[in-house]
């Protein structure tokens, strides 16, 4: 079978804008949770998110290019750069038949959306809507974009599954190379869906902590504590490539991919299932292809949004998969990034695959008591990174609609 392994990695966070600052905040367990400076919070419920910080788009697109790309657009080919230059890729001796873009996103522009509509409501009921707002609303279209700057002409589209997304597209990623569709696709997800519209609909349902007097601490995975999570934003960029096409060309592999699971909870329109069942589903079919049992498994990546439902359901499947076993590390890092929707997955994967390599596990930060229930049943690293020597890593996502996306990625 053919072997799929990441040769690039791009990163955008609310604690980091590259790969580097990103890892390095996330072993610190380093909060990027603050007030909400986009827009006035004054009459909505919950007023934190995490925002990126120090990140201009004018100082990375044309004028003219950002007429067109909504943010999610922008950070996605933002990040898709960094994976190249990080990689120390050039594709233009490559065969751009043979290489594809399989990119996610859980709401697209729905900046773009908004701001067209109070537009076109404020005014005089003229419709003068920009000729971009189609292509920059799309989900599909940072795809796009990407294929286009680059003249990739292999596969390309958006899978949507909500949170689970760049899980969703990962896997696809690896399945199209697998399946000898692809020697290299570009993957991963973005988000920029801190504004009115996405704040207001998420704290309706109940989902969005109101920990307002206390951003930095508000996101607290596993905790009894717990209220819901904190919005965050930005992207995630891997290259996945064919294991003898990156050895040909002397690439540097950062680790390799070997399982993907993808199932439903078939429960609920937002919630989990409260035993984990699309879980238990999603983790065992990414175990039985990568062909290992659960007890190889050495770190988790949860996917720990910190509601009250969410995270004891990803418990309970994580021990009907793993057992009670105190030698798996769990940890939530959306404690520290915020929950970046579409992009969670990519940015968690990246954090996966640091962890193997660097033989550190990140954090749990604002977590001080763990549910009684299950605080024994595994390592849960608090506050700052831990050292430990890892082989395989797991991660998880969920999303609304009961999409069920988990990855399993190989030190290399």
């Known amino acids: ?57 004018k100082e990375h697109f044309h004028v003219k290019e950002l007429r067109k790309y909504d943010p999610f657009s922008q ?12 990689g120390n890729i050039d594709l233009e001796p490559l065969n751009k038949d043979r290489i594809g873009v399989i990119w996610g996103s859980g709401n ?5 959306f908004q701001n067209q509509m109070k537009e076109y409501c404020e005014g005089d009921g003229t419709p003068r809507f920009s000729p971009f707002f189609i ?17 990739l002409r292999g596969v390309n589209f958006c899978p949507v599954s909500a949170c689970a997304t760049s899980n ?87 680790g390799e991919i070997v399982g993907g699971g993808m199932a439903a909870d ?23 292809e990568a062909g ?15 509601t009250p439902q969410g995270d004891n359901s990803e418990l309970k499947a994580a021990e009907r998969v793993f057992g009670k076993r105190k030698s798996l590390a769990v940890s939530g890092t959306k404690s520290m990034t915020g929950h970046l929707l579409g992009a969670a997955g990519a940015v968690e994967g990246i954090a996966s695959i640091m962890a193997l390599r660097e033989g550190i ?3 749990t930060i604002n977590t001080n008591e763990i549910e009684p229930e299950f605080a024994d049943h595994f390592d849960f690293p608090l506050g700052t990174g831990k050292k430990k020597e890892m082989t395989y890593a797991m991660s998880n996502t969920f999303g609304f609609g009961g999409h069920i996306a988990s990855i399993l990625f190989k030190k290399y």
């Open 75 to 86: 950070y996605a080919l933002y990040t898709v750069d960094q994976a190249l230059n990080h």
């Open 168 to 254: 969703t597209a990962m896997i696809e990623a690896f399945n199209y190379i697998k399946w000898d569709k692809a020697d290299m696709i570009v993957t991963g997800g973005s988000e920029a869906a801190i504004n009115e519209a996405a704040m207001g609909g998420f704290a309706s349902a109940r989902a969005l902590s109101l920990r307002n007097d206390s951003a930095e601490t508000a996101s607290r995975p596993f905790d009894v504590s717990r209220d819901g999570f904190v919005m965050g934003e930005g992207a995630g960029a891997l290259i996945f490539e064919e294991y003898e096409h990156a050895k040909k060309r002397g690439a540097t592999i950062y």
């Open 108 to 112: 697209g522009g729905i900046q773009t």
């Open 1 to 57: 079978m053919r072997r799929v392994v990441v040769t690039g990695i791009g990163a955008l966070t609310p604690i980091g804008n590259n790969l580097e600052d990103f890892w390095t905040n996330l072993k610190a367990g380093k909060s990027g949770a603050s007030e909400i400076t986009y827009f006035d919070t004054e009459k909505f419920r919950s007023k934190i998110a995490c925002e990126l910080k120090g990140f201009d788009p």
């Open 135 to 151: 292509p920059r609303i799309l989900v599909d279209i940072a795809s796009g974009l990407i294929s286009i700057k680059y003249g």
């Open 266 to 288: 078939a429960y609920h329109l937002t919630g989990t299932h409260p035993d984990g069942d699309g879980a238990v589903l999603g983790m065992n079919e990414a175990l039985r």
């Open 292 to 306: 290992i049992s659960a007890d190889d498994v050495d770190y988790v990546n949860m996917h720990a949004t910190s």
């Open 361 to 363: 596990v990140p954090p």
